[in-house]
């Protein structure tokens, strides 16, 4: 599946990518077309996507923690942590360990059902 990451936060631990799945129908939901994940070491977790307010600070909210970042950096509080983001180029590994992420969880080019 093709993709291109629009958004890529990075801290020493992780990073929080914003993607875009391409080749999709035009009509396809948001949902299915954007995805943020969270990539740590080789593994990948999505984020439950909640609301988005864009602005000179861009902020979203997860079911699990929220985002607010600048062109410059951002601050990701996840499940009760607070981490310092930078913003930077994505990795090629990143780019690899999602393009896994996506086959492996989405082989039709979909996003999985979730409860929320």
């Known amino acids: 599946m093709n993709f291109e990451i629009l958004y890529n936060l990075q801290h020493k631990d992780l990073s929080v990518c914003e993607i875009r799945r391409l080749g999709l129908a035009a009509d396809a939901p948001p949902a299915e077309v954007y995805q943020w994940l969270v990539v740590l070491g080789d593994r990948v977790w999505p984020l439950d996507f909640k609301t988005m307010q864009r602005g000179e600070i861009e902020r979203r909210e997860f079911v699990e923690g929220s985002l607010s970042f600048t ?46």
Request: proline share 7%.
């Open 71 to 116: 062109p410059i950096h951002g601050e990701l509080k996840l499940l009760g942590q607070t981490f310092s983001l930078v913003t930077q180029a994505a990795t090629g590994s990143n780019k690899l360990i999602i393009q896994d992420y996506l086959k492996r969880q989405s082989p039709l080019g979909f996003r999985e059902l979730r409860p929320s």
